[in-house]
């Protein structure tokens, strides 16, 4: 027997890895590129921090929701939601998609008929309009939903005074399992207001009434609900034409759908417990094919979903300023960004990314922001490594109501770019400077001469 070849030996390296409660390595997620185009590019010419937004992604999003509701109800329309995020870019890639408006108050209204939606593919929403906003509404032909008794009664007084007619639904608000009840915007269905409301409304001279709405709550979870709310508002659909010989044009189910955050009080993550968009549309589409109604008596069933849309096509991309550690122990990093820009952080556990691999050792780590204030707090419960000074941090999900709720505070907001599907960033909102901040103060007389 001959002697054995000699194999030299070698040493492979073993990375460990912390495991969360789910049984997951917390290994640090590494994000390079946002649709091809590298983080550390986007910051060098638009500088830091900034807000992108992948068109890719949201198209991706609006023709996947499409598709998985007309497969589904193929009478159905969706109504973008402009206070989720209301840039100019963003709304009109919902409408080349075929969305309309759906707006809650009088700047938003202006801000759909600027970007060119007829008045007659508007859903004008909101406790507050105000008269001038009434009058255009009216005028363009746009659907106003009542939301109390007061605004119901000066429509009717305005629209006999001007002998015009509104093309109106009411605002309905019901019980679906849902705690608290969100019964601060219109009439309760329970009680029986919102039916005689109804009735109010087909005895009016001048009120067209063209349908009925609902929006039961914000990051709802439970399936069911919705299938109780399209089942009450079907129900009600049907009895005004039972009763009435009157045929309704649309059902309004509003928004609500979760999108991939994780919120701060929820034990599982978001990936577990956030129902899939089919799932939505199944319960949905059952509570309205509950009654048995004939093709031709079906109503038009509008959605106004924006956070689900619009979520996962915005990032922040923050650069860290500082390292620290706090009196217990714990890695506290600082960025250049805050919650005046990042408000959703008071709301969910956004996922970060880093933009290198900066070895295996992770800590648990809290991501402070760069304003003066104990609550400027983005994250926290996160392991990452020890990032240097300059290096990126990037947070995921921001696309809604971080664009529309963001403050100037301490700080001037930053610039938003668009990556195209063509690959190309775009700026779609300017950087903000001291000049453009202070360009509606005035300065007293008596001041001036000093």
């Not at 209301?86 to 409408?95: I, P, R």
């Not at 924006?306 to 122990?329: C, H, M, P, Q, Y």
Request: charged share 25%; glycine share 6%; hydrophobic share 40%.
């Amino acid at each position: 027997m001959g002697e054995k070849n000699y194999i030299k030996p070698i040493i492979t390296k073993q990375k460990t890895v912390f495991y969360g409660k789910f049984g997951k390595a917390t290994t640090t997620n590494i994000l390079e590129k946002i649709d091809g185009i590298f983080i550390t590019e986007l910051v060098e010419k638009f500088g830091s921090p900034l807000f992108v937004i992948s068109e890719k992604t949201l198209r991706r999003s609006i023709q996947r929701a499409n598709r998985t509701f007309k497969t589904r109800y193929p009478k159905f329309q969706f109504s973008w939601s402009y206070k989720t995020n209301y840039l100019d870019a963003v709304c009109l890639v919902f409408h080349e998609e075929g969305s309309w408006a759906e707006v809650v108050s009088e700047f938003e209204y202006d801000k759909a008929k600027r970007l060119g939606v007829p008045g007659n593919k508007i859903i004008f929403n909101g406790p507050h309009k105000p008269e001038s906003a009434l009058m255009k509404a009216i005028n363009d032909g746009a659907f106003i939903h009542i939301d109390h008794y007061d605004e119901l009664y000066f429509l009717i007084e305005l629209t006999e005074r001007l002998k015009i007619d509104a093309k109106v639904a009411i605002r309905i608000n019901m019980d679906t399992g849902i705690y608290p009840k969100w019964d601060r915007f219109g009439f309760n269905y329970e009680s029986g207001e919102a039916y005689d409301a109804i009735k109010r409304i087909l005895i009016s001279k001048h009120l067209q009434i063209k349908g009925l709405h609902c929006h039961i709550g914000t990051y709802i979870l439970s399936t069911d609900s919705y299938k109780i709310a399209a089942s009450k508002m079907t129900y009600l659909y049907k009895r005004i034409k039972d009763e009435f010989n009157y045929q309704l044009d649309y059902i309004d189910l509003g928004g609500g759908f979760a999108s991939k955050n994780t919120l701060h009080a929820q034990y599982l993550d978001s990936s577990i417990v956030v129902p899939s968009l089919e799932e939505y549309a199944d319960a949905i589409t059952s509570g309205i094919f509950e009654y048995n109604l004939k093709e031709d008596e079906l109503p038009l069933l509008f959605l106004e979903t924006g956070r689900a849309l619009v979520d996962e096509a915005g990032f922040l991309i923050s650069t860290v300023v500082a390292n620290k550690r706090l009196s217990n122990g714990k890695q506290a990093i600082i960025v250049d960004a805050g919650v005046n820009l990042l408000f959703t952080s008071f709301w969910y556990k956004h996922k970060v990314s880093v933009t290198e691999d900066y070895g295996d050792v992770q800590d648990d780590s809290v991501i402070y922001g760069n304003l003066c204030m104990n609550i400027d707090i983005l994250r926290d419960g996160v392991f990452l490594p020890p990032i240097p000074p300059g290096k990126q941090i990037v947070f995921h999900n921001v696309g809604a109501y971080n664009m529309t709720q963001w403050l100037q505070f301490i700080n001037p907001r930053p610039a938003v770019v668009m990556i195209t599907n063509e690959g190309v960033a775009e700026l779609i909102r300017e950087k903000e400077t001291l000049d453009y901040i202070v360009q509606l103060e005035r300065i007293p007389e008596k001041q001036k001469m000093k």
